[in-house]
């Protein structure tokens, strides 16, 4: 009976939070189900389920479930801001804080 109901979350999202990141989730790498036709925004949901109350303010908004500067998304197809951004399945998602400094 199971095999008729359609699996309706089925897109599967590799999410790496590199750096200090990991150190607030307590992973360096996850996998993320969301329905098909997910967007960026579906998985910033998720994350703030997840990790929400984990992450410092200085890195995640709780209240508008995103990331703050300088944090980075950085997908396939670049990088990821706006929330209607689509993902594609099996994408592999890198959240970071780049590293400035130095001299050129």
């Known amino acids: 009976m199971t095999d008729l109901i359609p699996n309706c979350f089925s897109m599967k999202i590799t999410v790496n939070f590199l750096g200090t990141l990991s150190r607030y989730t307590g992973a360096e790498s996850i996998e993320v189900k969301l329905k098909d036709g997910a967007r960026f925004g579906d998985l910033l949901d998720e994350l703030n389920k997840r990790y929400g109350k984990k992450l410092p303010p ?8 995103e990331f703050i500067k300088p944090v980075s998304a950085i997908g396939s197809a670049g990088d990821l801001e706006a929330r209607e951004t689509p993902l594609a399945a ?13 001299t050129a």
């Not at 200085?58 to 479930?65: I, L, S, Y």
């Not at 099996?90 to 804080?97: G, K, Q, R, S």
């Open 58 to 65: 200085k890195c995640w908004n709780k209240e508008k479930a």
């Open 90 to 102: 099996n994408e592999e998602i890198h959240i970071l804080i780049p590293i400035s400094g130095g």
